[in-house]
Structure formats: structure tokens, C-alpha cells
């Protein structure tokens, strides 16, 4: 089930079992009182429709892109999968180096520089 379907589907559970659970709210072991869940149906009444339609939204985000140097030739043209998969020709220490960049271009670099 892709990702996007799984934050509307847990709202809808999360009603559904809230709705069930009013079944005992007149039992005095029951953990929320009347003044809380008047409260609570107040505010559901006014935002509650609005974020279950909402969250199907994305969590908001700043994009980040990838670009790696796996064969240690210091340009960041090898991959730009978030976490890639090389098989090196031989064995050994090799060096490894990550350029990651915001949306609005701001970029850091990490890796080692092992050689061979």
C-alpha cells in the first residue's frame, strides 16, 4: 500500500476506534470525563473534518538531492540515489564522498578520503 494512503486510512481508524470507545464513557473507570470530551468534540466538530482531509499531505519538507563521488575521482557524477549501491573492482580502502543540496542550493560534503 503506498505511503500516501496509510496517513488517511490511520485517520480514519484512530475515529473509528475513538467513536467505539464512547460505548463506556458513562463508566466511572472510563479515563476521560464529560467536561474533556465535550471539549474534545468542540474541536473535533470545528478542525476535525479539515485534517483528516488533509493528511494525505506530505510531511512538509525541505527536498534534499544527492550526488556521490564512488569512485574517487572528485566529481559527484556517480549516483544520486539517496543510498547507492557499488561494488568496487578490488579490494581495498576507497574513497567515498557525498554532496547533499537544499532546495534553495545550500550544499555540505561528507565522506572519507582513504586511499587505496
Excluded at 465535550?38 to 499531505?57: I, K, N, P
Excluded at 561528507?110 to 587505496?116: A, L, P
Aim: with cysteine; hydrophobic share 45%.
Amino acid at each position: 500500500m503506498p505511503y500516501g494512503l496509510l496517513l488517511p486510512l490511520g485517520s480514519v481508524v484512530n475515529w473509528a476506534l475513538g467513536r467505539w470507545c464512547l460505548h463506556w464513557q458513562g463508566r466511572r473507570w472510563f479515563p476521560v470525563g464529560e467536561a474533556a470530551l465535550a471539549r474534545a468534540h468542540d474541536r473535533f466538530a470545528r478542525w476535525g473534518a479539515w485534517s483528516l482531509l488533509f493528511a494525505w499531505l506530505p510531511v512538509v519538507g525541505d527536498p534534499l538531492t544527492f550526488a556521490w563521488d564512488l569512485d574517487g575521482d572528485g566529481q559527484y557524477n556517480d549516483s544520486e540515489a539517496t543510498a547507492p549501491q557499488f561494488t568496487f573492482a578490488t579490494a581495498g580502502k576507497h574513497s567515498v564522498r557525498v554532496r547533499v543540496t537544499d532546495s534553495r542550493g545550500a550544499s555540505a560534503t561528507t565522506g572519507n578520503r582513504d586511499s587505496q
